[in-house]
Structure formats: C-alpha cells, structure tokens
C-alpha cells in the first residue's frame, strides 16, 4: 500500500453562521422560478381585489331627482368619524366656571320594537343620555366633555366621544334625583355626582383636545337607535334598528362664571329629517317652566361606525394567504419529494437551525410581500373609493400604517406556519389543506355571517384566523351600542392579541417541526 | 482533519428488519476503497448514518474522527453524492450549485470550477430537470466536490453514466484519491469497481464479510487451484492424491487440484509419466470472489422473500 500524504484543501474555510444557512435558504427560494412568479402572484391578487372593490363602489346622494355632494360627515377631535346629534340647552361660558343640575325625570320612547312591532313603548335605551355638557360650540363633532344619566348604565362621565368613565350605577327617579356637576379649570374638566347636592363625588377629569375660551355650557339630551339582533334561520344574524326619543327633567340649574345667563336650544347635527313621532307627538327641545328645564332630543354622541372600512380594501388578503401557504409549503416538501432534504442537512446539519432557516426566509419574504400588497392597495384603493363618493370611515395614520404592517405581519406569520406544517407533514396537499384549514376557512366562516355570533367570535379569538385581528381599523367602543362581531369586522381580540394568536400557532407549530426532524431519520 | 472514516458496530433495525449488524470498517486516505455488497447489504444506510442522516441504534461513525452532526464547516470534510435524483427539477444547475456553495460561506467562482471540473460548463445554466441521469450524476458530485473536501462517499456513482462517462468517473476519483483524499465508492456490481478500488470493504446482511485489499481478495478466492487438462485422468488423480492433493474432476479432460501449487503438479506427472496438455494456475475474477464472498447473503435474502410470501 502506497502512503499518500492527507489531502489538504486550498479552499478557505467560509465563516460559520446562521447567515451563511440563510443565504443559502434565500438562494433556494429565488433560484426556483415558479416560487416567486406566485409571491409576485400573491401581492398582486391582494392588490388588485382591493382596487376592484374600489374601482366598483360609487356612493351618490341626492335630493329628489338631482344629485347633490353627500353631506360632510364630522369628524370628532381625533379625526374619527363621529355621529353627534343631541339637542342642547346651553348658555356661554367664558373662562373657568361650573355647570350644576340636579336630574329629577329620564324617559323616552320606543318606537315599534319587538315582538310585534306594532307599538309604542315607553322606556330608555341602555345609552340614552341625559345630562350636563361642556361644548366648544354647537357644531357637530366638535370637543366636549359631558357628565350623564344613562337609560341603563349609570352616571358616565364621557369626552370627545372616545372616552368613557363609569360613575354610579342606578337611574333616576322623582325620590331619588342625581345631581350632576362639570367644572371647568383651563383645560380640565371635572365631573362629579352626588344624591342630594351636598355630598359631591368626583368621576373623572377630562382634557379635551381643543377648548376655546369662550364655551358652550348646558343641558342635553340624546338616544341612540333601539338595537335587536336575531338570529337568522339562514345563518348568521338579523339586526334592527328603530328610532327611539329620551326626555330629562333638570332643575337647581347653576352656571358659575362668566356665563350668558339666557338658555338657547340647539339641535346639534339636526339634518332636517324628522320622524312622525317628531313631527306629530314630541319634537326635540326644550321647554322651561321656572326653574324647571325640560330636555327632549334623539340621536347619539359616538363614533360613528357607518361608512366603508380601510381594511375592506384588504378583501384580496385572504386569496393573497393561500398563495403565501402554497410557496411556503412547497418551499419544505419539494425537498421531501426530491429527496433535496439530505443534500440540505449535510450542508447544515444542525436540523434546527435548517427549519428556523427556511421559516425565516419564508417569512421575510411574506412579510416584504404582504407589506409592498398592502402599502399600495390601502392607500390607493381609499383613494379610489374617496373619489367614488364613497364615504371611508377616516382613520389615524398610525392605524393605516399598522394596517397595512398587519397584512405583512398576517403573511409573514402565515408563510411561518406553512413552513412548519410543510416540514411536519412533508406532503405538499396534506400541508397546503391544513394551512387552508387552519387559517383561512375560519376566517371565512366567521366573517360570512353563517355562524351564531358567539361561534363567530370564539372562532376567531381561538384559532389562527385571530390574527385577521390586526387589520380591523375601527375599534369597538364599549359605550356604543352596536353589533360588534367578526362578520361586522369587529374582533373579539385587540389587532396585536389577534396577530400574537396566530403567532402563537406558527411558534408552536415550528416548535413540533424541529423536534421531529430532529427525531426522524432524513 | 484527518482523511478517514471510522465505522465501529453499527446496528440498526428499520422494525423487524435488520439493516446493520455490527458494521465495522475504516476507511483510510489516499486509496479508492469499494462498498460493495449485494442490494439490501446495508451500503446505503451506512453511509446515511456516518453522514448523519440516519441515526444508528449503536455503534459509533466517524469522519476525521468527530460524528458528522458536529462538523461546522461539514461540505468542506466531507462531499457525499447519495442519490443523483434528489435535484429541484426547476432549479438550474448552476444555482443548486450556488445554494450549496452559499450555505459553506463559499462563493459563486467555486461554484464555476467544480462546474469546469465536471465538464457541465455548456449546461450550467439549464433545468436540472431536463437532465439525463449522467448529467445528473455529474452535478451530484460538482456538489460533493463543491467544499474540496478530504473525504468523499459516493453511492453508486456510475449509475446511468455512459461506458466515456464510466471512464471518465474511474479516473476522476483516481486522482482524487492520489491527491491522499479518503474515497469510498459503493456498488453493488463488483465490475465497476474491479478497476478503481485499491481497498474492498465487502458487505453482506448488514455486516462487513471482507475487508481486504483487490489482491488478497483475489488471492484467496483462488485458494491456490490449479487446473488441469489430461487425457489420463485416472492415472493423474491417483498420482496428485498421493502426493496429498484434492482432486475433482470438472470436466471429461479438466481436473481441479487443490493443496499444491503448479510446478509440483507438473513434477509430479512428469514423474509418473502422466500426459497432460495444460496445467493453470486458477485465477478467480473479483466478480467470482464476490459472488462466493456473498452468496450467503443473497440466499439468505431470496429465502427470506420466500417465506414473506
């Protein structure tokens, strides 16, 4: 036998290192040309089905037979789309002062509810509103912070209608009155309750966001729609809606400071429209008798939740994700198929490492697909719909930004979980199905109104289609009655707890991934 | 790192079957050493498990005397071609190349001399999907030879190759061999190796039955026959048994002797004035010395699918 000296390489060694796993991964993934014609695919059917939607909605009004420019909807302080309709019995205050009522009556009227719908009935919707207010001016949508009565939730001290803080429970009666009290000092206000006049207690303090010195200071009066969901025999749920008037009685009214001294009514956001019950029984207003002020209004004072959401440009997501599910997928079971899988565990043979690899590009690249779909079809696809007449509910530019980073997230976490799957099932139709499975059909069900609303809502707290979460705009307001379900775009999680859901999944998913590669002969 | 390869009692079962039984062979630089065994003998296994695909249930592999798994730089010690076939068909040549060269830290221009060194410069930027099995089988060991590393496997890797592709592999792992690179080439057809392998690792049933080197192996297949052709075949059998040779006749004019070597069967006829035409020492090609070596191992097999049925 000839003894030959070892072989030594030439070759320098390359430097070790999860980047080195990671180009090699990306290399893979851009080297194989059907893989990213369907990424590109997968941003464009995202952006596009947005755009149609646009292009296809128009919105005109009219008065008769002519069209006109549909009315300017207001905007509150934060810039949200807010409806503010109240009537106000209100004098000016100039400076820091006071505003005292003591509420003796709250009633209102039903009209035609359930289950005949064939009456009048007398009562008080949950957020009916009676109470003292603070205005900037009667301008609908303008800063105020109110202290008030409710039909069913108590005393509430709420501000430029976002924000809500309890105070006691109970209504109101001839024995027992509520009195009520908003002070103003610079820029804050305070409210405070008390049962008799005498023993004051503070709810809350209010800075609302633009106070001139001079404002308007009073009485008001709303109520809200009477809402009533039924399940439909068909799926999902029926909601109905029916106009509802509350009245309050005030007396020991007392306004401190530099005030006007007269009461003015105003019928704040009045549109002109009135319904028989306005026009034949009770207008809103006010009447005065002595001391006494008799307060009548209808409508509500909240954001408003009519008017088309910025996520619903997104509705090309969805289509966008089975795309991203069938890359990802194939990205792990072509090496299963091939066999390629061995060639890549020689190249690194910390399995671990190969996974984590492999899900990271899949998901980078998601995420710089889903974040290029979703920066070009939200701002584009609302600007289409804004020319169309369209009336889109305005949102803060942190919301759009983190919409439009939540259609990343959302592809970003869902090419994850593909990988994951990909790798535990190492067939590209069992993996594909489940990804579909998991995230998308729930999401469809849940939003398309063919389930009970409280399955809607467990659906997507609790599956991955949680994560849809991360795209709602609109927030759900405990203080507005409304029907706040997935189908209505209302999630039960917050965006980033819906997103962490769904994260949770691709993690745990991934997790099992890497220990049965580990475990399992290649 | 050293250039060897240490397989130490590797056992495995895959269920009730047994594919390593206490498999136990070195491989060591400088020569081609040939796997060979008949199909099913455990070749490809063992080599999944020194490569760490596949995990041993005991037993130790080693390569530069560290387990594969813990190798940082792993392309770059050892290169192995397992299945030629185990390609993204819609991936060009050169970029499966790129992927691999990437994942060592290693750059495109090595990417193009292991392409240079295996004669697929004109098709480097085609599917690899479209390749024929030789095409492939090239491209299989460019991504061995991507790392230039001192120990190389290939399992069966002139599968598919035409008889210019066949000489043209021969030589190649020659010279990596001479280069004092640890090679260890599998088949299951001795004849492919008859020409490149220095050293013989010959495997049956999931253990090594010989470990030799080509000579030796051929050596003791021959077992020291010789044969004879006489017209006097009584005579010649009584003559040679006297002298204490074993004596059976394998023809009506040919005579097998066994126990004494050729110029004492000619001095012992010429004594005896036994005619006789030809007298030769018996050689035994590797193929025959392969079949005895492993004939036990594939009866055992063929009874084995006889009783499964």
Redesign the interface.
């Known amino acids: 036998m000839t003894v030959t000296a070892p072989y030594r390489s030439a070759l320098p060694a390359g430097r070790d290192g999860i980047t080195r796993t990671l180009r090699a991964e990306w290399t893979k993934f851009r080297t194989v040309r059907g893989w990213m014609i369907t990424t590109v695919a997968a941003a464009l059917v995202t952006m596009l089905l947005g755009l149609l939607f646009a292009v296809g909605s128009r919105t005109s009004c009219s008065v008769g037979p002519v069209e006109v420019a549909c009315p300017a909807v207001p905007l509150g302080p934060g810039g949200e789309a807010v409806q503010d309709r109240f009537f106000f019995a209100n004098q000016t205050l100039t400076g820091d002062g006071s505003i005292t009522a003591r509420v003796t009556s709250m009633t209102g009227v039903i009209t035609y509810p359930p289950p005949d719908h064939d009456k009048l009935v007398s009562g008080l919707v949950p957020w009916a509103k009676a109470g003292i207010m603070i205005k900037a001016s009667a301008a609908p949508g303008s800063s105020y912070a109110a202290v008030t009565l409710t039909g069913r939730h108590g005393v509430r001290m709420q501000d430029d209608f976002t924000h809500d803080t309890a105070g006691r429970p109970g209504g109101v009666t001839a024995a027992a009155p509520r009195w009520l009290r908003l002070t103003r000092s610079g820029g804050t206000l305070t409210g405070y309750e008390s049962p008799d006049g005498t023993r004051w207690t503070e709810i809350g303090t209010a800075r609302p966001a633009a106070l001139p010195a001079t404002v308007r200071a009073g009485l008001f009066v709303t109520s809200p729609s009477d809402m009533t969901v039924k399940a439909n025999t068909m799926g999902g749920s029926i909601v109905q809606a029916r106009f509802t008037q509350a009245s309050a009685v005030f007396d020991r009214v007392e306004v401190r400071g530099r005030a006007s001294g007269a009461w003015r009514g105003d019928d704040v956001g009045d549109d002109g429209g009135k319904t028989d019950w306005e026009r034949y029984h009770r207008p809103s207003g006010l009447l005065q008798a002595g001391g006494t002020l008799t307060v009548t209004g209808s409508g509500d004072i909240a954001p408003s939740r009519d008017g088309v959401r910025v996520e619903s440009t997104l509705t090309g997501v969805v289509l966008g994700l089975i795309l991203v599910i069938v890359v990802a997928v194939m990205f792990v079971t072509a090496e299963y198929r091939r066999g390629l899988i061995r060639t890549t565990l020689l190249a690194e043979p910390r399995r671990g490492r190969v996974l984590a690899a492999k899900a990271a590009v899949a998901g980078a690249v998601a995420f710089v697909t889903g974040l290029t779909a979703g920066a070009v079809a939200v701002p584009l696809s609302v600007a289409v719909l804004r020319a169309g007449g369209n009336h889109v509910l305005p949102v803060s530019p942190l919301t759009e930004v983190r919409v439009v980073a939540g259609v990343a997230a959302l592809f970003a976490a869902t090419a994850v979980l593909a990988v994951a799957l990909g790798a535990l099932y190492r067939r590209s139709v069992a993996a594909v199905t489940t990804g579909i499975v998991l995230l998308v059909v729930p999401y469809v069900i849940a939003t398309a109104s063919v389930l009970p609303d409280a399955a809607s809502e467990w659906l997507t707290r609790l599956s991955p289609a949680a994560g849809f979460a991360i795209l709602q705009s609109i927030p759900e307001y405990a203080h507005v009655t409304g029907h706040y379900t997935p189908s209505d775009g209302y999630y039960p999680l917050a965006p980033w707890a819906g997103m962490a859901v769904l994260c949770l999944y691709a993690a745990l998913a991934l997790g099992l991934a890497v220990t049965r590669l580990r475990r399992r002969d290649a | 790192m ?2 060897i390869i240490e397989v130490d009692g590797l056992r495995k079962r895959f269920g009730r079957t047994t594919a390593l039984d206490g498999m136990t062979f070195t491989v060591t ?3 081609v050493t040939g796997f060979v065994g008949p199909n099913g003998a455990g070749k490809s296994t063992t080599m ?1 498990v020194i ?5 041993a249930d005991e037993g130790t592999a080693l390569v530069g005397g560290r387990p ?9 010690h ?1 290169g ?1 071609l ?2 030629a ?8 040549a050169r ?2 190349l ?3 060269a ?5 750059t495109a221009r ?1 990417v193009d001399e292991v392409i240079e060194l295996v004669g697929l410069r004109s098709v480097a930027r085609r599917k690899a999907g479209g390749f024929s099995l030789g095409m492939r089988q090239r491209l299989g060991i460019a ?1 061995a030879l991507i ?4 120990i190389l496997m290939l399992d069966e890797p002139s599968n598919g190759l035409d008889p210019e592709g066949i000489v043209w592999i021969r030589g190649l792992l020659r010279s990596l ?5 640890a090679v260890l080439v599998s088949s299951h057809l001795m004849s492919e190796l008859q020409d490149t392998a ?1 050293h013989l690792v010959v495997v049956g049933r999931g253990r090594v039955v010989a470990d030799t ?1 080509v000579a030796d192996l051929i050596e003791t297949a021959s077992g020291g026959r010789v044969t004879l052709r006489t017209t006097a075949r009584p005579e010649a059998m009584t003559a040679l048994a006297r002298a204490g040779a074993t004596v059976a006749a394998t023809g009506s004019d040919t005579l097998t002797v066994s126990g004494l070597p050729a110029e004492r069967v000619v001095t012992l006829l010429a004594e005896d004035a036994v005619p006789f035409s030809e007298v030769a020492a018996h050689r035994a090609t590797l193929e025959e010395a392969y079949m005895d070596l492993t004939r036990d191992a594939v009866d055992f097999r063929a009874a084995g699918q006889e009783a499964a049925r």
């Not at chain 2, 790392?147 to 001192?150: A, H, I, N, V």
């Open positions: 050293e250039a630089p400088g020569r999944r490569l760490g695909l596949d995990m594969y798994a813990s190798l940082r730089n792993p392309l770059g050892v192995a397992l299945d076939a185990a390609l993204q068909p819609s991936r060009k970029d499966h790129l992927w691999l990437h994942s060592q830290g290693l090595r991504a790392g230039d590393p001192p061999a001479a280069e004092g690179r220095g080197s």
